[in-house]
């Protein structure tokens, strides 16, 4: 099976829109097709950034996916990720790197351009970074 971590920006697009690459995948996760990974941090992003700009409909979806699927949490060291990685992610997202690396997961998936798809490498170890479109039309 399938392991993906997933970053703050696919649950929320996940949760804000039902049509786009991110809920497909929250869908397959929900009937078991992949393994999801996460860590407490992105889910507390995305929930805030759902209760800033979005629907209570939206939310309600979040909530509905995170009760729904088996979403293995991991976390890492925030400040030991930031002293590793921030160079490469940036120091906001250094502790989702470091957590997707910890997880096993085959496949980070996010939205993020500016600090996570635009890494001089795209695969570290056996982690590749992708967005939600190419993770779905290379991958399955």
Do not use: C, W
Request: hydrophobic fraction near 45%; charge should be positive; charged fraction near 30%.
């Amino acid at each position: 099976m399938i392991k993906a971590f997933l970053d703050a920006n696919i649950l929320f697009a996940a949760a804000y829109s039902s049509t786009g690459g991110s809920f497909y995948i929250l869908e397959l996760a929900k009937k078991d097709k992949i393994k999801v990974f996460t860590s407490r941090l992105a889910v507390k992003e995305a929930e805030k950034n759902l209760r800033d700009k979005a629907s209570e409909e939206a939310l309600d979806r979040f909530y509905n996916f995170m009760s729904e699927i088996d979403i293995k949490f991991v976390e890492a060291n925030r400040d030991l990720a930031k002293s590793e990685f921030s160079r490469i992610t940036g120091e906001k997202d250094a502790p989702i790197f470091a957590a997707a690396l910890k997880s096993g997961a085959v496949f980070l998936i996010t939205l993020d351009k500016k600090h996570l798809l635009n890494i001089r490498f795209s695969k570290i170890g056996k982690l590749q970074i992708v967005s939600p479109g190419d993770f779905i039309e290379k991958h399955l």
